[in-house]
């Protein structure tokens, strides 16, 4: 069965810092871009970030602005996002999705919360 | 920016749903994906390019669109298409979302 495993997430303090991590199974990873999109409670789906397959190529939001590391490790087949820097705006579910036809997002994790709050 | 509407609508089963997604600036419609999510659970992929359907998705639903005005057509609305509709553009921003509610 293809996929996506999200794990990592969990309460942290304001300015601390969080690794999530995405396990793939089903695929070969290193065959697709991947991508990280968040979702406040009750709010809407935000994107956060892309990685190419080889994880030479990295885009952010503009959001981010240099608080997220994105990376990956095909030979592990996972994913991460790595956080630092954390405010209470950074409370949210944590998709990790696979990019494939036409840049749509055709697999989805079933999300891991970060929670953000003193 | 991708801005969705109505924010809500209410419809009954049997019923016809029309979803708007504009876009500004246009968008290639090649890069104009549609998904579905339901309270707690992950978005899934419905259309993508514009107006092709996923793997699996039921032909009652269809996307149309180029340029900056999108569509999604649920044709007859089952009980399990109540949900939240998002469009994304370029595999990265999304719109605001459109809640399809029972009426």
């Known amino acids: 069965e293809v996929q996506l495993v999200e794990s990592g997430g969990g309460l942290v303090q304001p300015g601390g810092s969080l690794r999530l991590s995405c396990s793939a199974s089903g695929f070969t990873l290193n065959n697709y871009y991947m991508h990280w999109v968040r979702q406040a409670p009750g709010k809407g789906l935000v994107w956060v970030s892309r990685?190419?397959?080889?994880?030479?190529?990295?885009t952010y939001a503009d959001y981010v602005q240099g608080r997220m590391t994105i990376s990956r490790d095909n030979a592990k087949n996972t994913l991460y996002l790595q956080m630092n820097s954390l405010t209470a705006e950074d409370t949210a579910v944590y998709y990790c999705?696979?990019?494939?036809?036409?840049?749509?997002?055709?697999?989805w994790g079933q999300g891991t919360m970060v929670t953000v709050s003193s | 920016v991708l801005t969705q509407s109505p924010d809500t609508v209410s419809l009954s089963p049997g019923e016809r749903a029309t979803l708007s997604c504009r876009a500004s600036?246009?968008?290639?419609?090649?890069?104009l994906a549609w998904y579905q999510q339901k309270p707690g659970q992950a978005p899934r992929l419905l259309i993508y390019g514009a107006s092709n359907r996923a793997t699996g998705i039921p032909d009652r639903f269809s996307g149309s669109g180029s340029g900056t005005d999108f569509t999604l057509i649920i044709s007859r609305l089952e009980p399990e298409d109540f949900a939240v509709y998002y469009c994304?553009?370029?595999?990265?921003?999304f719109g605001g979302g459109t809640k399809v509610e029972i009426k």
């Open positions: 999705a696979r990019e494939n036809m036409l840049d749509s997002f055709d697999i």
């Open positions: 994304q553009q370029y595999g990265s921003s």
């Open positions: 600036p246009s968008v290639n419609s090649n890069y």
């Open positions: 990685i190419n397959n080889d994880g030479f190529s990295t």
